[in-house]
């Protein structure tokens, strides 16, 4: 069985770019949470979806935005980078919404 | 929202001790999990326990969903068990897990 797989595993981008981190589910999940953790601090829910769709969503603006695959992987994009963007960002899959989550090893960004 | 407290928020153990890690919340929950977080950041699943008590090995955990609080132990420590563990919550009819902020633990040979 293949766990939760993320790309790429550190990235570096300026403020003002766009960038576009991807998950994989492990198999047999549907569902895919993203969580956004900055130093020092527990992680923070950005959105779930669950068969393709948006399923929920964190406190965060629109230039946070995702999508999900017939395959159920997923995208996180984030437009017009600030500095504060700067964290570890996770994925997360799950059987359905509301089972045992299961973690990747998450993607470094670093906004300069 | 719901609010998960941890505590302590850091400990130092020589090895071989053992240690209690508390997680307070702050409605009910009808998912709780602990993670461990290891120094690459992967989060790594202990326990789904929304109630009850369940052992792994030389980790386990106590939920009192009617009083709000869960408990993490860890026997016989070792240095490998340095990290950061969360608790993280959910409530009826939300999607997301909220987490405490952490207990770093370092074990200490």
């Known amino acids: 069985e293949t766990g939760v797989t993320q790309s790429p595993t550190h990235l570096i981008k300026t403020r003002g770019q766009q960038v576009t981190l991807r998950c994989s589910s492990q198999?047999?999940?549907?569902?895919v949470s993203w969580y956004q953790q900055a130093l020092g601090q527990g992680p923070q829910f950005i959105f779930q979806y669950y068969r393709e769709e948006e399923n929920g969503r964190g406190n965060f603006p629109p230039r946070f935005s995702g999508l999900q695959f017939p395959n159920y992987s997923s995208e996180l994009n984030v437009n017009a980078l600030e500095l504060d963007d700067s964290a570890l960002y996770l994925c997360a899959s799950s059987l359905a919404s509301g089972e045992t989550q299961y973690f990747g090893p998450g993607t470094r960004l670093l906004v300069l | 929202g719901i609010q998960v407290e941890q505590s302590p928020p850091d400990l130092i153990l020589q090895e071989g001790a053992n240690s209690t890690l508390r997680c307070n919340f702050s409605?009910?929950?009808?998912?709780l999990q602990w993670f461990h977080q290891n120094p690459w950041g992967q989060l790594i699943n202990l326990f789904y326990?929304?109630?009850g008590t369940k052992q792994n090995g030389r980790l386990s955990a106590t939920t009192v969903a009617t009083e709000r609080y869960s408990l993490l132990y860890i026997s016989s420590s070792q240095t490998t068990d340095s990290g950061v563990y969360f608790c993280?919550?959910?409530?009826?009819?939300?999607?997301?897990?909220?987490f405490g902020s952490g207990t770093r633990l370092q074990v200490q040979p």
């Open positions: 326990i929304p109630s």
């Open positions: 409605d009910s929950v009808n998912n």
């Open positions: 993280a919550v959910r409530n009826t009819g939300r999607r997301a897990l909220t």
């Open positions: 198999s047999g999940h549907n569902t």
